[in-house]
Nanobody, 124 residues
Framework: QVQLVESGGGLVQAGGSLRLSCAASGRTFNSYAMGWFRQAPGNERQFVAAISWSGVRVYYADSVKGRFTISRDNAKNTVSLQMNSLKFEDTAVYYC?????????????????WGQGTQVTVSS
């Protein structure tokens, strides 16, 4: 069982930056691949970024590639999402997720555990 708690969301102007963090409970954090997803009002939840348990493999959605960076600290049981050059269309609730599947899965159905989400609002 893994419990995930996101933090770091907020209101930022377009072009600005935010850093999201996800704290995980449990002693086997380094067994899980981690992902970030987001859901804007009226839209389905979509993939943002994922990182393998070792941190070696990472994947990004095309819409965030070059602007967002996912990283993890297995000693601190945390995964982070650094978001730069934010755009209005990045506005959404951002969710952290965990899975025991190998690699860095990009599909939400691959993930077992989810956080409650943190709101990111980008003003234009």
């Amino acid at each position: 069982q893994v419990q995930l708690v996101e933090s770091g969301g907020g209101l930022v102007q377009a072009g600005g930056s935010l850093r999201l963090s996800c704290a995980a409970s449990g002693r086997t954090f380094n067994s899980y691949a981690m992902g970030w997803f987001r859901q804007a009002p009226g839209n389905e939840r979509q993939f943002v970024a994922a990182i393998s348990w070792s941190g070696v493999r990472v994947y990004y959605a095309d819409s965030v590639k070059g602007r967002f960076t996912i990283s993890r600290d297995n000693a601190k049981n945390t995964v982070s999402l650094q978001m730069n050059s934010l755009k209005f269309e990045d506005t959404a609730v951002y969710y952290c997720a965990a899975t025991v599947q190998a690699g860095a899965p990009r599909y939400q159905n691959d993930y077992t555990y989810w956080g409650q989400g943190t709101q990111v609002t980008v003003s234009s």
